[in-house]
C-alpha cells in the first residue's frame, strides 16, 4: 500500500530567515512560520486562539530565494513534508525535532520592502520548475462609456453586463 507524507501550511514568519552554506555550496534556509486556529470556547462562549510554530527547511536554490525576499512577518505557503533528525545537544543529550522539509513555496501578499510597487500576488517558487512561478499582472478592467439607451422596450433600463 501506498504511504503519503504531504504537508501545507500558510502562516506568518516570526523572525527573518536563517540562511547558511553548506561545505558543497548549497544554501539552506530555515524559518518558523506561525499559524493561528480560532475557536470559540463551548463553556464561557468567547473566542480563542491557538498558535502553533513550525520550522521549515529550504535547501538549494529555493533556499536563496526564502534568504533574499521573506522577511519577519511575511505571509508564505509552503508545501513539503515531515522529517525528524536525532541530534545531540550541547549536553550530549540526544534528542529529536521534527520539521518540515519545504519542496514549493509560495510568497503572500504584497511586497512590502522588496522595492517595488504593491501588487496583490507575491510570487512564487517550485523546485521542479525551470523558473519561479510568475502571475501575469491583471490589467484593470475598463468599461466602454455607456451610450444613451433608447426608452423603446422595458429591457433598455437593464445592466448589460452578463457575466458570461
Known amino acids: 500500500m501506498a504511504s503519503v507524507n504531504k504537508v501545507i501550511i500558510v502562516g506568518n514568519l516570526g ?3 536563517e540562511t ?3 561545505p558543497s555550496g548549497d544554501a539552506v534556509s530555515n524559518i518558523n512560520v506561525a499559524t493561528t486556529d480560532r475557536y470559540k470556547d463551548k463553556a464561557t462562549g468567547e473566542m480563542k486562539e491557538a498558535t502553533e510554530w513550525h520550522r521549515i527547511s ?15 512577518g511575511s505571509q ?3 508545501e513539503g513534508s515531515l522529517r525528524t533528525r536525532k541530534y545531540t545537544d550541547k549536553d550530549g543529550i540526544e534528542k529529536f525535532a521534527t520539521e518540515i522539509r519545504g519542496e514549493t513555496m509560495q510568497m503572500l ?3 512590502q520592502g522588496m522595492g517595488g510597487p504593491s501588487d496583490d500576488g507575491g510570487g512564487g517558487y517550485a523546485p521542479r520548475q525551470s523558473a519561479p512561478a510568475a502571475r501575469p499582472a491583471a490589467a484593470p478592467a475598463q468599461r466602454p462609456a455607456a ?7 422595458s429591457f433598455d433600463d ?3 453586463d452578463i457575466p458570461f
Open 58 to 72: 529550504f535547501f538549494g536554490k529555493l533556499a536563496e530565494i526564502a534568504g533574499q525576499y521573506l522577511k519577519k
Open 147 to 153: 451610450a444613451p439607451k433608447p426608452a423603446a422596450s
Open 109 to 111: 501578499g504584497g511586497r
Open 20 to 22: 547558511r552554506y553548506l
Open 76 to 78: 508564505v505557503y509552503v
Open 15 to 17: 523572525r527573518d530567515p
Open 158 to 160: 437593464m445592466d448589460d
